[in-house]
């Protein structure tokens, strides 16, 4: 189980590598208020959350 450490850094730095770099105001309003929704109405975002 030694790799696994190194597996999810290896799955992190390619989530990050392909991110989009540059967002519209429209996405960061829209992203925050999908996030909001969740963590306001869904039992389970506590647990969605925290393993992020």
């Known amino acids: 189980m030694y790799w696994v450490p190194?597996?999810?850094l290896a799955i992190n730095l390619?989530?990050?590598w392909?991110?989009?770099k540059h967002l519209t105001n429209?996405?960061?309003y829209v992203s925050w208020?999908?996030?909001a929704?969740?963590?306001k109405y869904r039992r389970?975002?506590?647990f969605i959350?925290?393993?992020v």
């Open 18 to 20: 392909f991110m989009p």
């Open 6 to 8: 190194y597996l999810s």
């Open 14 to 16: 390619i989530v990050i």
């Open 33 to 35: 208020a999908v996030i």
């Open 26 to 28: 429209k996405e960061i």
């Open 49 to 51: 959350f925290s393993a």
């Open 44 to 46: 389970n975002a506590k």
């Open 37 to 39: 929704y969740l963590l």
